[in-house]
């Protein structure tokens, strides 16, 4: 398998400001809907404008949050997104009790929030992780599940994984206003070598799932640090289908933190991938890349 940089676009809204920390995008209103991390704002890059889109109401007066002033705690860290039926649902890490939240915009623009903190618990234990460790970073939709994937942090021990959820079952608690139910369907863990972690995921038309993974010098799952190295993979439930490095952006090592398909090649053998990066600086537009994927092998009969 091999991964091309197509282009680069630093991401701006219409009004000069930068869009910030790139954590997740999904195919949403004719454009690319991209969460900001550490925002209440999402922007919807559409037809050559960038456009702020509210996700989430202010969380005790903020609608940007840094640890420079003082309030990464209160950040929603909006991490994974994917396209259902009803509309785009973006999910929070878990990786605090702030960051437990899902939101779902509809096609039309209604936009509905919803408290996850018994799934995220749900799911911790059964990965069997010590509070702190969970970071729920990537999602898509599999055969009418959830997979949700645990980013892990493999040079500590803590492994990549993903867990299933009845994605109908979330999706109808979130339009409905009630508790999401737990609805724990399988999961898997995952290795991919080189202290690889998951950063995000999107389903192909073959049902395999392309993940974005990067190595980053961090303590723990609330910091961040350097970016050692990044990769595309492709999966076959737990199995590695076939891996390849992401080629530097302008010289550097970046950590892609979302990606979505734009297009497939009938034969499966690649495609034309849309991912954005996060370049941890809230002074710094995030890109949008454009990736050509090619030489992916087939499925394993």
């Known amino acids: 398998m091999r991964v091309e940089v197509l282009s680069v676009e630093r991401l701006v809204f219409d009004d000069g400001t930068p869009v910030r920390a790139a954590s997740a995008l999904v195919e949403h209103d004719g454009g690319w809907l991209v969460a900001q991390d550490d925002a209440t704002h999402g922007a919807l890059v559409r037809d050559g404008e960038v456009r702020p889109v509210r996700l989430l109401p202010p969380v005790e007066g903020h ?38 939240r899902a939101v779902l915009v509809e096609p039309a623009g209604a936009v509905h929030v919803a408290d996850l903190a018994p799934v995220h618990a749900a799911v911790r234990a059964e990965l069997g992780l010590a509070p702190g460790e969970l970071n729920l970073e990537g ?58 972690a998951v950063t995000d995921a999107v389903v192909l038309p073959d049902g395999g799932v392309l993940v974005s993974a990067a190595t980053e010098d961090s303590a723990d799952t609330y910091a961040d640090g350097p970016v050692g190295s990044a990769a595309l993979a492709v999966l076959d439930g737990t199995d590695v289908r076939a891996l ?30 849309v991912a954005t990066v996060d370049a941890d600086d809230a002074d710094v537009p995030s890109l949008l890349l454009r990736l050509e994927v090619s030489g992916v092998p087939p499925q394993r009969a």
């Open 63 to 100: 609608d940007r949050f840094s640890e420079a002033e003082g309030t990464k705690h209160l950040k929603p860290d909006l991490e994974a997104a994917c396209r259902t039926a009803a509309g785009a649902l973006l999910l929070g890490s878990g990786s605090t009790p702030a960051r437990t």
């Open 139 to 196: 999602a898509c939709v599999v055969d009418g599940r959830l997979r949700w994937f645990q980013r892990g942090l493999p040079a500590a021990g803590v492994p990549a994984a993903w867990v299933d959820l009845d994605l109908d079952a979330l999706v109808a608690a979130v339009l409905g206003g009630g508790a999401v139910p737990v609805g724990l369907l399988g999961t898997g863990v995952l290795d991919l070598g080189a202290d690889l």
């Open 244 to 273: 390849a490095p992401l080629p530097p952006v302008e010289g550097a090592v970046v950590k892609v933190e979302g990606v979505a398909l734009e297009s497939w090649a009938s034969s499966g053998a690649g495609g034309r991938l």
